[in-house]
């Protein structure tokens, strides 16, 4: 099975002060994928920025930096995409590895893949392990317990553990604030699981994209019951490595694994390496930024 | 008797009389005597030359150093460190001497590993072929904190990222050198052994020339060199900056130091920014492309848009920049991996490979908790050693034998919470060095650091380099920062060398360059600052003296009313006016005067003084000087060296002042008078110096500038001063009036009666040959101006140049005898002052507008998802 979804992504900075100059950085050009077919995708900025320039970073996502040179009050982003996701089976879970196996290849592996898979197991800015975040993560983790049914059984948990909540964090709560008052957004939700991963010696990465919902139902959508969380802002979840399959994503904000409903722009160790949209501006003073992100299913010929 | 053997008498004499020189620590090596305390021979003419000195010589030598230090202002900033941030350096008379043969050894193996490191590096950030082979494990290079993926593919310019390179060295008890640590970011210290250089041979004059020791300055044209190939536009003369974080950096003085030696261009990230992927440079004149900088920013910091977005000191797009391939840093961003200890237990097995050859210089016995084996072996060796973070910064070396048994259950559990973020080396036993101590040779551990460039697809190294001392005997860790001298390092060479300078190149003339550096808006807005402080200094310290001699004077004859009034006026038209507060001091125009009497003169006099010499009383003189020399730090790469002792002499002078002040309240005022005198001297002289000395470009434009709007305020002060208190025509208030604005003699030889008010406001707002006249800072105001704004279109006028000219219709237009005037003078003159000061105020703001950048902070931008 095959959708074809339409995302819009809108974020408007409002300054109080004029701005003289700003550059950026955004990640918001959608990775290419087997199971992700990219159609097209437009960047417009207003005002028109004085320059553009296009980059592959590290981890193979694409970035694009813009400047701005004249002054101005607001800066408005807008990038749509029309991206198609096929279907894909997951393996059985039952049948992965026992977790302290993928460890212990993570420790010694040599091959490419494997020496990929490193990046993402070590601590990074905002995933700081520590014994508080490995004692959370070790009852999901017994010996002998297959990869992927230990992370799926810490996802379930956190997503019934913790409550979603938008007012609780900023970017700047630290993980260890998030496992205290147990509520959080999506960032902090996959950043934690991130961290119980890598605490168990493990290598997850985090995901950066949109998330189909029932918001705008187009004609033919017959049920939206089930909406999703992450509607109306960029959504995060995380994926997981297990040898012999790939990466494996995970969603523990809406706890599923992420099949045609979850479009992939970027991924990276955290956040920091991926942020939708980051800059350095001169003058400005206080800056609100507005966010909206629309994803629409497109109808099927 | 032959020369040599007259040379070996004189050392036995040395040995027994001078030196008494035994060496502390049993089993080390000591650098002069070997083990059966015979002198080792390279340092026996310099014994030999030291033997001949007269008694007490060597001490002489000594002291002068350190005025030349002083002099030079060589400091060395401690963090942390509140009473004062910089420190004197520290130099040792005695320098550091290394054989001929044996520095041939040192260069070599230092050719080889930075070599090395430079192809390391180079994998890292692109191939990764040492991670895909396994010769590295992966979490040595992936959890390290300084592994900046955003410079994963950058371009190096000539393949080389390693442009600049040091290493600490360390001599073992069996005489072999090891490398105790690798500094690949942004190496520091050569400028610091380069005016260790300069002082010890000034000291030392008849010794440094008879023994042949290595020229340094070869090495910096080498390095002038490297940067102007690693232009990566072709053509004309490229556009060097050296990128500082700024004076608060613990090395800042060695960067303008190397900045000014180098003849390249001190900038901070402020004077700098990105348009279109490339790096510009902020100056007067507009934008000018940036070709090549070296950095002595710490990696993280110099891009906030992809490294560390707290940063305040970076470029915001430079990462991109590198990538696009317009600017070439050196060194690389990205280096610092390098300096982590952890790569000492690499280096032998990667030189294997990489260069198919064996390590020449060992590093320290190193293992690194990131693998098993070597974990285990740490675990059960503690007690023989020093157990390191990966990151200097987050932690102090700790010795397993020092630990308490708590302490050393806390430092297993770190260990064993990220192992891969621990190395273990072991306990290095430091070689010891004569050190100058109390009129006697004490044997002190050092450790040396050598410096090298690259040049011409290899690298050569510095003959010479910084040599420290360790504060006490048997300390292993030595740090400029922990406190510690310093030493000069010769390199003995075998045949006679040549003298070469870098001032004056070898070789074809080199093309004649005028008014050379740009002038960045920064620095501009700096040197602005610092012509209005330096001139507030000396105005202020004018009514002051003019104040307590008036009071002296007066306290002499018995006070009388009019000397009272005379110094209520004086102490109202101080900058500020509210420095006494309520006590004593008037509103600046109009409001109720209070009777100025009602305090004792003669303590309101003393709280003034003690007001002033206050660096924390806002507007005080104390206060004024503060800011002078903190800019003058600031731009210290663009102050002559007598300038900045001027300012430091001065600073210290009105320091001491204050502190007479407070520690004598009841202190002889005539003293005061003195003291208040030798400041007005002193900030004469500087002025004289600024005028005579600095080169008529466009800092000093703008310095003058500074300094004629300044005294131009403070003329209208005065005036308005004087006629707000509506003084009588023959008061003694326009005596002093004429006093501080040092206008007496020009008065009398234009008038023979009294001073009168409207000749004497005539001469200090109208008359042109005054150069204490409002008109005459007008007239030099324009001439900054005109030279300022050479760019604007032929008969157009800027904005500050609108603003002067018609200040200056004004002023000359001026007619204080005309019918319309008779009879309201004081009115005239008042308006006259209330408008012009009013439109002095404007054009300030109208400069800054147009000249300085403004101290918008830049700030980081995120979005939630």
């Given at each position: 099975m095959i959708t074809t979804y339409n995302c819009r992504h809108t974020t408007v900075y409002n300054y109080t002060l004029p701005v003289t100059v700003s550059h950026h950085a955004a990640h918001l050009v959608p990775r290419a994928l087997p199971t992700q077919i990219i159609h097209g995708n437009i960047i417009r900025v207003t005002p028109e920025p004085a320059h553009r320039s296009t980059r592959t970073d590290y981890f193979g996502n694409n970035v694009f930096f813009f400047t701005l040179e004249e002054t101005h009050r607001s800066l408005t982003v807008e990038s749509l995409c029309t991206v198609t996701l096929c279907e894909h089976d997951f393996p059985?879970?039952?049948?992965?590895?026992p977790w302290e196996k993928v460890r212990d290849f993570l420790a010694s592996a040599r091959s490419p893949e494997a020496l990929v898979a490193c990046q993402y197991v070590f601590d990074s800015s905002f995933v700081v392990t520590s014994s508080a975040v490995e004692a959370y993560a070790r009852?999901?983790?017994?010996?002998?317990?297959p990869i992927l049914t230990a992370v799926v059984d810490l996802m379930h948990r956190i997503h019934c553990e913790f409550t979603y909540d938008?007012?609780?964090?900023?970017?700047?709560?630290?993980l260890k604030d998030v496992l205290g008052h147990r509520r959080g957004v999506c960032q902090d939700f996959a950043h934690l699981q991130i961290a119980c991963c890598r605490t168990m010696g493990l290598a997850a990465r985090y995901v950066s994209g949109y998330v189909h919902t029932?918001?705008?139902?187009?004609?033919?959508?017959?049920?939206?019951?089930t909406m999703l969380i992450g509607a109306d802002a960029s959504h995060a979840w995380l994926a997981v490595y297990v040898p012999g399959v790939g990466w494996v994503d995970l969603d523990p904000t809406n706890d599923t694994m992420p099949s045609i409903e979850h479009i992939t722009i970027a991924w990276g160790r955290d956040y920091d390496d991926v942020s939708p949209l980051k800059g350095v501006v001169t003058g400005g003073g206080q800056h609100t930024p507005r966010v909206e992100v629309s994803v629409t299913r497109r109808p099927t010929p | 008797m032959t020369e040599k053997a007259m040379s070996q008498v004189a050392v036995k004499k040395s040995v027994a009389s001078l030196l008494q020189y035994?060496?502390?620590?049993?089993?080390t090596f000591d650098e002069m005597t070997g083990p059966d305390g015979q002198l080792r021979p390279h340092w026996a003419d310099f014994l030999a030359a030291l033997a001949t000195l007269p008694d007490g010589a060597l001490q002489k030598r000594r002291e002068k150093g350190l005025r030349l230090i002083r002099d030079s202002g060589v400091t060395y900033n401690v963090y942390g460190?509140?009473?004062?941030?910089d420190r004197p350096w520290e130099l040792d008379p005695i320098p550091f001497l290394i054989a001929a043969d044996e520095w041939r050894i040192l260069e070599e193996s230092l050719i080889q590993r930075a070599t090395l490191l430079n192809l390391i590096l180079h994998d890292l950030y692109g191939a990764q072929k040492l991670l895909k082979d396994g010769y590295l494990p992966p979490s040595l290079v992936f959890?390290?904190?300084?592994?900046?993926?955003?410079?994963?593919?950058a371009s190096l310019p000539r393949n080389t990222s390693l442009v600049l390179y040091a290493a600490d060295l360390a001599r073992s008890p069996d005489g072999r050198w090891w490398v105790i640590g690798d500094r690949t970011a942004a190496p520091s210290g050569a400028g610091y052994a380069l005016e260790n250089r300069i002082i010890t041979a000034r000291i030392h004059p008849d010794i440094y020339k008879n023994l042949w020791v290595e020229r340094l300055a070869p090495f910096f044209l080498k390095v002038h060199e490297t940067l102007r190939r690693?232009?990566?536009?072709?053509?004309?003369m490229p556009r060097i900056v050296l990128y500082t974080?700024?004076?608060?950096?613990?090395t800042y003085f060695e960067h303008a130091y190397l900045a000014r030696y180098l003849g390249i261009t001190l900038v901070d990230g402020e004077d700098l920014t990105n348009r279109g992927d490339r790096v510009y440079l902020k100056t007067l004149n507009g934008l000018r492309q940036v070709d090549v900088m070296i950095r002595r920013t710490d990696d993280g910091y110099c891009?906030?848009?992809?490294?560390?977005?707290?940063?305040?000191?970076g470029i915001a797009g430079l990462v991109q920049a590198v990538h696009a391939g317009t600017v070439s840093v050196a060194n690389g961003l990205?280096?610092?991996?390098?300096?982590?200890?952890?790569w000492l237990a690499f280096l032998p097995r990667l030189c294997r490979v990489m260069?198919?050859?064996?390590?020449?210089m060992p590093s320290v016995a190193t293992w690194w908790c990131g693998q098993k084996k070597e974990l285990n072996y740490v675990m059960s060796n503690l007690d023989t050693l020093c157990v390191r973070h990966l990151l200097p910064s987050l932690a102090q070396p700790l010795c397993g034998r020092n630990l308490s048994s708590a302490e050393r259950v806390n430092l297993i559990e770190r260990i064993m919470a990220s192992p891969h973020n621990y190395v273990a080396q072991e306990i290095v036993s430091l070689s010891t060095a004569p050190l100058w101590n109390m009129n006697r040779l004490e044997s002190r551990p050092v450790v040396m650091r050598i410096h090298l460039t690259s040049y011409n697809s290899s690298y050569v190294a510095m003959p010479g380099g910084l040599t420290r001392v360790a504060p006490?005997?048997?300390?292993?860790t030595v740090s400029m920062q922990h406190g510690g001298t310093s030493k000069d390092t010769w390199v003995l060479s075998e045949k006679p060398v040549e003298p070469i300078t870098l001032l004056r190149p070898a070789g074809a003339p080199s093309k004649l360059v005028r008014g050379a550096r740009d002038l960045s808006s920064r620095v501009a807005d700096n040197m602005f600052w610092m012509g209005r402080h330096l001139e507030r200094s000396e105005l202020t310290t004018r009514i002051l003296r003019a104040a307590l001699a008036s009071h002296v004077e007066g306290a002499g004859q018995g006070a009388g009313l009019a000397q009272e009034e005379t110094l209520a006026i004086v102490l109202s038209m101080?900058?500020?006016?509210?420095?006494?507060?309520?006590?004593?001091a008037d509103p600046p125009c109009g409001g109720e005067r209070r009777?100025?009497?009602?305090?004792?003169q003669e303590s309101v006099m003393r709280q003034v003084i003690r007001i002033h010499c206050d660096?924390?009383?806002?507007?005080?003189l104390g206060h004024s000087i503060c800011h002078l020399q903190r800019i003058a730090t600031v731009v210290?790469?663009?102050?002559?060296l007598d300038t900045w002792r001027a300012i430091w002499r001065l600073a210290e002078t009105v320091r001491c002042t204050g502190r007479g002040v407070i520690s004598q309240p009841d202190g002889d005022l005539d003293e005061m008078l003195l003291r208040l005198n030798e400041v007005i001297q002193m900030t004469e002289a500087l002025s004289g110096l600024v005028m005579e000395?600095?080169?008529?470009d466009l800092s000093w434009r703008f310095l003058d500038a500074g300094r004629r709007l300044e005294r131009a305020m403070h003329v209208l002060d005065l005036l308005a001063g004087t006629v707000e208190a509506g003084?009588?025509?023959?008061?003694p208030v326009l005596d002093v009036v004429l006093g501080i604005s040092d206008s007496m003699m020009t008065y009398r030889a234009r008038y023979l009666?009294?001073?009168?008010?409207v000749p004497l406001a005539d001469l200090l707002l109208?008359?042109?040959?005054?150069?204490?006249?409002l008109v005459f800072q007008l007239s030099a105001l324009q001439e900054h101006m005109d030279a300022i704004g050479?760019?604007?279109?032929?008969?157009t006028f800027t904005p500050e140049q609108k603003a002067i000219i018609a200040m200056l219709a004004t002023v000359r237009t001026l007619?204080?005898?005309s019918p319309l005037s008779v009879g309201c003078a004081h009115k005239v003159i008042g308006n006259i002052c209330r408008e012009m000061t009013l439109k002095l105020r404007t054009l300030s703001e109208i400069l800054n507008l147009q000249?300085?950048?403004?101290a918008v902070e830049t700030l980081p931008l995120f979005t939630k998802p």
């Open positions: 059985p879970a039952d049948e992965t590895p009852p999901s983790f017994p010996p002998g317990r938008p007012k609780a964090t900023t970017l700047a709560t630290p029932c918001r705008t139902p187009s004609p033919t959508e017959a049920d939206c019951s | 035994s060496v502390a620590a049993r089993g460190d509140k009473a004062g941030k959890s390290h904190p300084e592994f900046w993926r955003p410079l994963h593919g690693l232009s990566p536009r072709q053509g004309d974080p700024g004076p608060y950096n613990e891009d906030p848009l992809e490294l560390r977005s707290d940063s305040s000191l990205g280096a610092s991996v390098l300096e982590s200890p952890a260069l198919h050859e064996d390590l020449k006490a005997d048997g300390l292993s101080l900058s500020g006016h509210s420095v006494i507060g309520d006590q004593a009777n100025p009497t009602t305090l004792p660096p924390e009383h806002f507007s005080g210290r790469d663009r102050l002559s000395n600095m080169t008529r003084t009588a025509e023959d008061s009666v009294p001073p009168a008010l109208s008359d042109e040959s005054n150069p204490r006249s050479v760019d604007r279109m032929p008969g007619d204080l005898e000249y300085f950048t403004h």
